[in-house]
C-alpha cells in the first residue's frame, strides 16, 4: 500500500488558503479578444478552459476557481480504504496559469445573466462575452426529516472533494471488527452514479481484509435500480458474499428520518431502524448555488442547455458543463464533464473564427473498483438526435467475463485516472 | 525525432502547430476525448498508459483499421468497443488522420 505523500499534501493546504490572482504574459496577448469567463476549475471548466487557450489563441480567458487544489471525485473511494494515499488524488487548476489562462483564486458570487457582469468575493467585478460554468453540485439537506448540513461531519459524504475525504477515511480505518457501516444512497440525478456501490464494495474489501469476516455493508436506497446493478451483485456475490447488503427502495431502503446523528441511528421508510458503527449519507444533489443564483436552473434545480453546444436554454451567451447541467443520458462524471467542457471550446473557437459548429459527438466511460484488481465498466457514445441529446451506442463490461477481463480493466481505470487528471489539470 | 535534420523537426513542428487547432476541428469534438484514456501525442511520450493501448508511433492506416475491427466485434476490447459501434466511416478516417503519424 503506498504511503501517505507529504509532499503533495502541503501543495494542497497552501492551495488550500492561497488566493489572489496568477497572470501570465501569453495572456496579456491576448488582452485585446474576446473575454470568456470560465466560473470553476473542477474536470469540466479546467478541460474547457484548457482547450479553448489551445483552439483560439485570441481570446482572453479568466477561470475563476477558489481552490487551487483538491481531492478528485475519482479514486476518492481507493484513497478512502488506503488503496492509495491522499495526496495521489490531489489535483487542481494550479498549472493553468502557466499556459496563458488568467486562474484567480476567487469564488463567483454573482451573475448577471443579461450583462454577464459577474462579481467575485474578493470584490473584483469581471465583464465577460461569454460564461462558461462548471460549479458541480450541491447538497439538498432539506429534504430529509431530521437532516442537517451541521450533522455533515457526523456522517461524512466525502462527495465534494474537501476535508471530508480525510474524515471519512480515519473513521473507516477506526472501524472494528465486525463492523456494520450503512451507506444511504440519493435519489436521481446525482453526482456519479456508481459511486455509493463502489464505496460499499471497497469498504467491504476492507471490512474483510486479513481474514476478518463479520462486517457488514448496508446500502439504503432511495432507487429500485443502480448504474452497473447486475455486475456489482454479480461482484458482491462472488468477492463479498453475505457482507453486503442493498435495500432498494420499494423494499423500505429509502431513508426516512434521521433519529441521531451522533450515535449513526436512522429510520427507514419501511419503519425499520437502522443502528450503525458508520454512516455515509450522500444527501439528494442539485447544481451549485452560483448556478441558482445566475438564474440557470429550472424548477428541477438543474441547468437546462442546448445539447449542442450546451448553451443555456435560460440565458445566451452562458454555457453550463458537467454536474450542474441537465445532460440525461449522460451520467454526471468527470469524463462527461471533460467531454462537455471541450464541445463547448470546439464551438466557441468555431463561433469566434466564423467557422460552422461543430457536431456534438460527447464520450463517457465509468469504471467502478469492486477490490484491487476486480474492476467494471459502463460507457457509451452520445449526439444530438432530434434535438435532444441522445445514447448513440452505450454498454458495459460483460456479466459472464472471466477475471482476466476484471484485472484488465482495473488495469485501465488506473491508466484513467492518471490521463483524465493530466488532460484535465495538465 | 532525433533522425531528423534540425531544420526540417523545427519547419515541421511549426506546421503541425500550426495546423493543430485546424485539425482538431475537422475531427470534431469526439477526437477531443481520445487522450482521456489514451493519453496525448506527440508531447510526452513517458506519460503513455501502460496498460490502455496508446497511439504513439501508429500510423493512421493502422488506427483506421483498427477501429474498424472493433467496430464490427472482431477486436473485443472493453470501452472501445461501445465507443466504436457507433462510430460512422468518415468519423473513423477523421480520427485515423487526426492521430495517426506518417509511416
Ligand atoms: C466518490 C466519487 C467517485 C467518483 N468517481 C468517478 C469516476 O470514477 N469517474 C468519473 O468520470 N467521475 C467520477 N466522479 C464524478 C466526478 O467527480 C464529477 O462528475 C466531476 O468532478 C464533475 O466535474 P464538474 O466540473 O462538473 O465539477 P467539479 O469537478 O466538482 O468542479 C467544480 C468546481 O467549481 C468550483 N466552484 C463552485 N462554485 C464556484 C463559484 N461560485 N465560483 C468559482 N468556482 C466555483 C468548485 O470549487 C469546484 O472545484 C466521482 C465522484 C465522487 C464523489
Same mark, same amino acid.
Given at each position: 500500500? +503506498?504511503?501517505?505523500?507529504?509532499?503533495?499534501?502541503?501543495?494542497?493546504?497552501?492551495?488550500?488558503?492561497?488566493?489572489?490572482?496568477?497572470?501570465?504574459?501569453?495572456?496579456?496577448?491576448?488582452?485585446?479578444?474576446?473575454?470568456?469567463?470560465?466560473?470553476?476549475?473542477?474536470?469540466?471548466?479546467?478541460?474547457?478552459?484548457?482547450?479553448?487557450?489551445?483552439?483560439? +489563441?485570441?481570446?482572453?480567458?479568466?477561470?475563476?476557481?477558489?481552490?487551487?487544489?483538491?481531492?478528485?471525485?475519482?479514486?476518492?473511494?481507493?484513497?478512502?480504504?488506503?488503496?492509495?494515499?491522499?495526496?495521489?488524488?490531489?489535483?487542481?487548476?494550479?498549472?493553468?496559469?502557466?499556459?496563458?489562462?488568467?486562474?484567480?483564486?476567487?469564488?463567483?458570487?454573482?451573475?448577471?445573466? $443579461?450583462?454577464?457582469?459577474?462579481?467575485?468575493?474578493?470584490?473584483?467585478?469581471?465583464?465577460?462575452?461569454?460564461?462558461?460554468?462548471?460549479?458541480?453540485?450541491?447538497?439538498?439537506?432539506?429534504? $430529509?426529516?431530521?437532516?442537517?448540513?451541521?450533522?455533515?461531519?457526523?456522517?461524512?459524504?466525502?462527495?465534494? &472533494?474537501?476535508?471530508?475525504?480525510?474524515?471519512?477515511?480515519?473513521?473507516?480505518?477506526?472501524?472494528?471488527?465486525?463492523?456494520?457501516?450503512?451507506?444511504?444512497?440519493?435519489?436521481?440525478?446525482?453526482?456519479?452514479?456508481?459511486?455509493?456501490? %463502489?464505496? =460499499?464494495?471497497?469498504?467491504?474489501?476492507?471490512?474483510?481484509?486479513?481474514?476478518?469476516?463479520?462486517?457488514?455493508?448496508?446500502?439504503?436506497?432511495?432507487?429500485?435500480? /443502480? #448504474?452497473?446493478? +447486475?455486475?456489482?451483485?454479480?461482484?458482491?456475490?462472488?468477492?463479498? @458474499?453475505?457482507?453486503?447488503?442493498?435495500?432498494?427502495?420499494?423494499?423500505?431502503?429509502?431513508?426516512?428520518?434521521?433519529?441521531?446523528?451522533?450515535?449513526?441511528?436512522?429510520?427507514?421508510?419501511?419503519?425499520?431502524?437502522?443502528? =450503525?458503527?458508520?454512516?455515509?449519507?450522500?444527501?439528494?444533489?442539485?447544481?451549485?448555488?452560483?448556478?441558482?443564483?445566475?438564474?440557470?436552473?429550472? %424548477?428541477?434545480?438543474?441547468? @437546462?442547455? !442546448?445539447?449542442? !453546444?450546451?448553451?443555456?436554454?435560460?440565458?445566451?451567451?452562458?454555457?453550463?458543463?458537467?454536474?450542474?447541467?441537465?445532460?440525461?443520458?449522460? +451520467?454526471?462524471?468527470?469524463?462527461?464533464?471533460?467531454?462537455?467542457?471541450?464541445?463547448?471550446?470546439?464551438?466557441?473557437? =468555431?463561433?469566434?473564427?466564423?467557422?460552422?459548429? @461543430?457536431?456534438?459527438?460527447?464520450?463517457?466511460?465509468?469504471?467502478?473498483?469492486?477490490?484491487?484488481?476486480?474492476?467494471?465498466? $459502463?460507457? &457509451?457514445?452520445?449526439?444530438?438526435?432530434? %434535438?435532444?441529446?441522445?445514447?448513440? !451506442?452505450?454498454?458495459?463490461?460483460?456479466?459472464?467475463?472471466?477475471?482476466?477481463?476484471?484485472?484488465?480493466?482495473?488495469?485501465?481505470?488506473?491508466?484513467?485516472?492518471?490521463?483524465?487528471?493530466?488532460?484535465? /489539470?495538465? | 525525432?532525433?533522425?531528423?535534420? #534540425?531544420?526540417?523537426?523545427?519547419?515541421?513542428?511549426?506546421?503541425?502547430?500550426?495546423?493543430?487547432?485546424?485539425?482538431?476541428?475537422?475531427?470534431?469534438?469526439?477526437?477531443?476525448?481520445? @487522450?482521456?484514456?489514451?493519453?496525448?501525442?506527440?508531447?510526452?511520450?513517458?506519460?503513455?498508459?501502460?496498460?490502455?493501448?496508446? /497511439?504513439?508511433?501508429?500510423?493512421?492506416?493502422?488506427?483506421?483499421?483498427?477501429?474498424?475491427?472493433?467496430?464490427?466485434?472482431?477486436?473485443?476490447? #472493453?470501452?472501445?468497443?461501445?465507443?466504436? !459501434?457507433?462510430?460512422?466511416?468518415?468519423?473513423?478516417?477523421?480520427?485515423?488522420?487526426?492521430? &495517426?503519424?506518417?509511416?
Amino acid at each position: 500500500m +503506498p504511503a501517505f505523500d507529504p509532499r503533495r499534501r502541503r501543495l494542497l493546504l497552501a492551495g488550500l488558503g492561497l488566493s489572489g490572482l496568477m497572470r501570465s504574459p501569453v495572456a496579456q496577448s491576448a488582452a485585446n479578444g474576446p473575454h470568456v469567463v470560465v466560473i470553476g476549475g473542477g474536470f469540466g471548466g479546467a478541460s474547457c478552459a484548457r482547450t479553448l487557450r489551445r483552439l483560439a +489563441p485570441q481570446v482572453r480567458i479568466t477561470l475563476l476557481e477558489p481552490r487551487a487544489q483538491f481531492f478528485t471525485g475519482p479514486s476518492t473511494n481507493a484513497a478512502l480504504v488506503g488503496l492509495c494515499a491522499e495526496g495521489d488524488i490531489v489535483h487542481g487548476p494550479g498549472a493553468l496559469a502557466a499556459e496563458g489562462i488568467e486562474l484567480r483564486l476567487d469564488r463567483a458570487i454573482s451573475i448577471d445573466p $443579461v450583462t454577464r457582469r459577474v462579481r467575485t468575493a474578493s470584490g473584483a467585478t469581471l465583464e465577460a462575452d461569454r460564461i462558461v460554468l462548471s460549479p458541480g453540485v450541491a447538497m439538498r439537506w432539506d429534504l $430529509v426529516q431530521g437532516l442537517a448540513e451541521t450533522m455533515r461531519d457526523q456522517m461524512p459524504h466525502a462527495w465534494l &472533494g474537501d476535508t471530508q475525504v480525510a474524515t471519512l477515511r480515519r473513521r473507516i480505518d477506526a472501524l472494528r471488527d465486525g463492523a456494520t457501516v450503512a451507506i444511504v444512497a440519493p435519489p436521481n440525478p446525482y453526482r456519479c452514479p456508481p459511486g455509493p456501490y %463502489e464505496r =460499499a464494495s471497497l469498504i467491504a474489501w476492507h471490512l474483510r481484509r486479513g481474514g476478518r469476516g463479520r462486517g457488514k455493508v448496508l446500502v439504503l436506497d432511495a432507487k429500485d435500480d /443502480f #448504474s452497473k446493478r +447486475p455486475l456489482f451483485q454479480l461482484g458482491w456475490d462472488t468477492l463479498y @458474499p453475505g457482507t453486503v447488503e442493498w435495500v432498494s427502495r420499494e423494499k423500505g431502503g429509502e431513508l426516512a428520518e434521521v433519529l441521531d446523528a451522533r450515535r449513526n441511528h436512522l429510520r427507514l421508510r419501511n419503519g425499520s431502524r437502522v443502528q =450503525a458503527d458508520l454512516v455515509s449519507l450522500v444527501p439528494p444533489q442539485r447544481a451549485a448555488d452560483i448556478a441558482v443564483e445566475g438564474d440557470l436552473v429550472d %424548477e428541477s434545480l438543474w441547468c @437546462p442547455v !442546448n445539447p449542442a !453546444n450546451f448553451e443555456s436554454t435560460r440565458h445566451r451567451g452562458i454555457h453550463v458543463i458537467g454536474d450542474a447541467c441537465h445532460a440525461h443520458p449522460m +451520467p454526471k462524471s468527470a469524463f462527461s464533464a471533460n467531454s462537455q467542457g471541450k464541445l463547448v471550446a470546439l464551438s466557441l473557437a =468555431a463561433h469566434l473564427s466564423g467557422r460552422a459548429p @461543430p457536431e456534438a459527438r460527447l464520450v463517457n466511460t465509468c469504471y467502478s473498483l469492486l477490490a484491487p484488481g476486480y474492476a467494471i465498466s $459502463v460507457g &457509451g457514445l452520445y449526439g444530438v438526435v432530434s %434535438e435532444r441529446l441522445s445514447t448513440l !451506442n452505450d454498454g458495459m463490461s460483460p456479466l459472464g467475463a472471466a477475471r482476466e477481463y476484471r484485472a484488465r480493466e482495473a488495469a485501465y481505470a488506473h491508466d484513467w485516472y492518471e490521463q483524465i487528471t493530466r488532460d484535465s /489539470f495538465g | 525525432m532525433t533522425a531528423l535534420p #534540425s531544420s526540417l523537426g523545427i519547419a515541421l513542428a511549426l506546421l503541425c502547430g500550426i495546423a493543430a487547432p485546424a485539425a482538431a476541428e475537422q475531427a470534431g469534438s469526439i477526437a477531443l476525448s481520445c @487522450p482521456v484514456c489514451h493519453g496525448a501525442v506527440g508531447s510526452d511520450a513517458a506519460h503513455a498508459p501502460s496498460a490502455v493501448p496508446s /497511439f504513439y508511433g501508429r500510423s493512421a492506416e493502422e488506427i483506421g483499421w483498427q477501429l474498424r475491427e472493433f467496430r464490427a466485434g472482431s477486436r473485443q476490447g #472493453s470501452a472501445m468497443s461501445r465507443l466504436a !459501434n457507433a462510430l460512422t466511416d468518415d468519423e473513423i478516417d477523421a480520427l485515423a488522420h487526426r492521430y &495517426g503519424v506518417a509511416p
